[in-house]
């Protein structure tokens, strides 16, 4: 069964960058596509981006400016890194699996990691 799980700072200051790992068991990072997605308080879902299987990227237009996601497969990990973060950027971070083709489809998310932005 696969299990995925967030670490990173809970509290980012203004300006900085804030970075998140997540480490993924029972299955391989290399084999299948990984998504960053985030839910402010009080607001919907926002995806933010995606690893695939090749390591390439695609990120929400809205983010990309700002987003870059990796991997370690050594490690079987893919982090985030959201640079200039405001306020706004306050959210839950979830990372999840994707095994949609044609579109995405979530069938495993982390617990998810509030990270707030203040100073």
């Known amino acids: 069964q696969v299990q995925l799980q967030e670490s990173g700072p809970g509290l980012v200051k203004p300006s900085q960058t804030l970075s998140l790992t997540c480490t993924v068991s029972?299955?391989?990072?290399?084999?299948?596509?990984w998504s960053w997605i985030r839910q402010p308080p009080g607001k919907g879902l926002e995806w933010m981006g995606v690893?695939?299987?090749?390591?390439?990227?695609y990120y929400s237009p809205s983010l990309k400016s700002r987003t870059s996601i990796s991997r370690d497969t050594s490690k079987n990990q893919f982090s985030l890194q959201l640079s200039s973060v405001t306020p706004e950027d306050t959210a839950v971070y979830y990372c999840?699996?994707?095994?949609?083709?044609?579109?995405?489809?979530?069938?495993?998310w982390g617990q998810g990691t509030l990270v707030t932005v203040s100073s």
């Open positions: 999840v699996r994707d095994i949609g083709t044609v579109v995405a489809e979530y069938d495993a």
């Open positions: 029972g299955d391989s990072i290399t084999t299948i596509a």
């Open positions: 690893l695939s299987t090749d390591g390439s990227t």
